[in-house]
C-alpha cells in the first residue's frame, strides 16, 4: 500500500526541526522580487502586519563573533544595542560575500532555527516579538516562511528578547 502525498508545500529543513522540536507552525510562501542583488519580498496584498515579519540579520562581534539579531522587516537593527545585550563593544553586518561561508544561508533565506541548529551561533530577537500570538520568520528557502510562536522560537534556538530596533 502506498502512502498517499500531503498537497502543499515540500518541508525545508527548518520545518523538519520544529516537527521534530514538536513545535507548531504554519507554512508560508511570499512572492519575491530580484532588485540588483538583492532579492525581496512582496508582503502588501497578503493582508499580513509587516511588523509580525522578522529578518534575521548576521553580524560579527570582537567578543561573540558571529551572532544573529531577528527584527521585524519594517525597522531597522540597533547594531549599538545588539552590541550592548551581546556583550560586544561593537557589532557589524557580515559582509555579504562572506555570509553563505559563515551561515550556510544565501541572503534572504537566513533563519534563526538553521543557523542556530548548524552553529549555535547567539541570537537576539526583538522585544516586540514577545507582544504578537505568533511571528514569521525565514524557513531557510527565499520566498519560504514559517509562522511560529515567538517565545517557542526563543527556546528552540536559545534567544534572549531584547530592543533591538533603532528609534
Known amino acids: 500500500m502506498s502512502k498517499k502525498k500531503k498537497k502543499g508545500l515540500k518541508k525545508t529543513q527548518v520545518e523538519q526541526i520544529l516537527d521534530r522540536n514538536n513545535i507548531t507552525y504554519k507554512q508560508m510562501e511570499f512572492p519575491t522580487h530580484q532588485d540588483g542583488d538583492v532579492r525581496t519580498m512582496s508582503v502588501d496584498h497578503l493582508g499580513i502586519d509587516e511588523h509580525r515579519i522578522y529578518k534575521t540579520l548576521v553580524l560579527e562581534g570582537p567578543t561573540t563573533g558571529p551572532l544573529v539579531g531577528v527584527v521585524p522587516v ?3 537593527l540597533n547594531e549599538k544595542a545588539l552590541a ?3 556583550g560586544n563593544k561593537k557589532v557589524e553586518m557580515v559582509p555579504l560575500k562572506k555570509l553563505v561561508k559563515t551561515t550556510g544561508y544565501v ?4 533563519t534563526p532555527v538553521g543557523i542556530y541548529e548548524k552553529n549555535h551561533f547567539p541570537i537576539f530577537i526583538d522585544q516586540d516579538a514577545e507582544k504578537e500570538d ?6 531557510g528557502q527565499i520566498g519560504r516562511s514559517v509562522e511560529v510562536n515567538a517565545k517557542d522560537l526563543a527556546t528552540l534556538v536559545h534567544a534572549e528578547f531584547a530592543d533591538l530596533q533603532q528609534k
Open 74 to 76: 519594517d525597522s531597522h
Open 84 to 86: 550592548r545585550v551581546s
Open 107 to 110: 541572503h534572504g533565506a537566513n
Open 134 to 139: 505568533t511571528i514569521f520568520v525565514s524557513s
